[in-house]
């Protein structure tokens, strides 16, 4: 039998005990499917004393990650700890300076230091494994790196944020304001105690950017997406969305336009009847569009210590059996700048919904406005009694009144043009809402 795989496991917060539970449930398992064992042996955390469900009597203890990355006993580093700074980044680039296999969880760290981390893995000839850092249970990354590499990407599309899928889910499944839901999904523990990163699209963005790399062989750049994120979305949307045959997703997107590589997250209507459109509550999906094969569909949970811990140990019999894919793909020098499209360039249909003032000629002036920017429409809805805010009261005469128009595929430059100008014809009152609409 080939000698043991000696894990350092930094981090012991809810994924590093759920690893060190998987390992110890799987040992067999992974035993015989690795041909060697997968032992922990040292681990690091902020506390040793701190109540675990672990015994790390048999493990050798370190006050500092970094140490524990340097340390010639151990054979890989697993690094849960998270966040884009030190200790996490220090301790990953000690490992793999010291020509060892790294397995993390954190796609902060990804997202910022990405293209630095897999030269370094690549120039000491070590693995950087981190399927755990999107979508958590869902093996994307092997997927789009691995399962996929014949096949030439035109599209990644995914509900990547756990904690915005449930808010819209429990939004339109019980009608209950996106505040609530949002204090909800604290209570349980799905949102972060300062949401902001979660709701305002960052935390997708950071995952689209590890996706968009691995797809199309660009360099990590979070910064070169367009983000927007879900806490303008009303009632009134998702009933609109509903009876025009959609639902509401915060979705993350990578295309591969004739103008570069487009990179959005934004809440998007998908068709009801679409596969990403099922995916509700705080499951995650993403949907791939790849030459030659019909679009794949990968549905699952995307947080958690068990789903986290599932793809952590994945990572890790593949070390256990020497197997090395290049971190993104391909050879570090071979990543490219990305080539990205302007999102005032991106083509599609829109969901637009204003609230126009009560008076003869302000339907017609919207109309001629869109028209100037030759921007078709497919419907148009202007219903008082359809308004949520209302609670069934009907509108009075001269009461803004809301108009709801679906748009033909155009540009996001003629939308914006169009409804600045409505904006100053004073036609509308408030702020128009804009829902992209992806084609499924
Ligand atoms: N806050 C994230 C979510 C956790 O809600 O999906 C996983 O990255």
């Known amino acids: ?235 009134a949307d998702l009933d609109a969305a509903a009876e025009l045959g959609y639902r509401i997703k915060l979705l993350g997107v990578a295309v591969r336009t004739e103008g570069g590589i487009e990179l959005r997250v934004h809440p998007t209507m998908v068709r009801k009847d679409s596969a990403i459109a099922q995916v509700m509550s705080v499951t995650n999906a993403v949907t791939v569009d790849a030459e030659g094969l019909s679009p794949i569909t990968l549905v699952g949970p995307g947080a958690g210590g068990a789903a986290t811990a599932s793809a952590v140990v994945a990572d890790l019999a593949d070390v256990a059996r020497g197997v090395r894919a290049p971190p993104f793909g391909r050879p570090a020098a071979r990543m490219t700048a990305i080539r990205k499209a302007p999102m005032q360039r991106h083509e599609g249909g829109y969901y637009i919904r204003l609230l126009a003032r009560d008076r003869p000629g302000s339907a017609a002036t919207i109309a001629r406005r869109l028209a100037q920017q030759q921007i078709s429409l497919e419907s148009i809805v202007q219903r008082h009694e359809s308004w949520p805010e209302r609670n069934g009261r009907p509108g009075r005469s001269g009461e803004p009144v809301p108009v709801i128009l679906v748009t033909y595929a155009t540009s996001e430059d003629a939308v914006r043009k169009a409804l600045a100008a409505v904006r100053r014809d004073r036609v509308i009152s408030g702020r128009p809402q804009v829902i992209r609409i992806e084609k499924n």
């Open 1 to 235: 039998m080939a000698k043991p795989l000696k894990v350092g496991l930094a981090g012991l917060g809810t994924v590093g005990t759920a690893v060190a539970h998987l390992l110890q449930h799987q040992r067999d398992t992974l035993t015989s499917r690795c041909g060697r064992s997968i032992e922990i042996v040292a681990a690091s955390a902020r506390s040793r004393s701190k109540k675990r469900d672990i015994d790390l009597r048999k493990l050798r203890w370190f006050a500092d990650p970094v140490a524990l990355a340097a340390d010639p006993g151990i054979d890989v580093l697993v690094e849960v700890i998270g966040g884009a700074g030190n200790p996490a980044k220090r301790a990953v680039e000690t490992a793999l300076a010291a020509g060892k296999p790294v397995v993390t969880a954190n796609k902060a760290l990804l997202a910022t230091h990405g293209n630095a981390l897999a030269a370094l893995a690549e120039r000491h000839g070590v693995a950087l494994n981190f399927e755990a850092s999107v979508a958590g249970g869902i093996p994307i990354v092997k997927t789009l790196r691995e399962g996929l590499s014949g096949n030439s990407f035109m599209r990644i599309y995914g509900i990547l944020n756990g904690t915005c899928n449930y808010i819209l889910s429990r939004m339109e499944q019980d009608r209950i304001a996106f505040g609530d839901c949002l204090r909800e999904a604290q209570r349980l523990g799905y949102a972060e105690a300062d949401p902001t990163f979660d709701i305002e699209g960052h935390d997708t963005a950071q995952k689209l950017s590890i996706l968009a790399s691995l797809a199309f062989g660009t360099k990590v750049d979070p910064a070169a997406i367009y983000v927007e994120g879900i806490s303008s979305i009303t009632l």
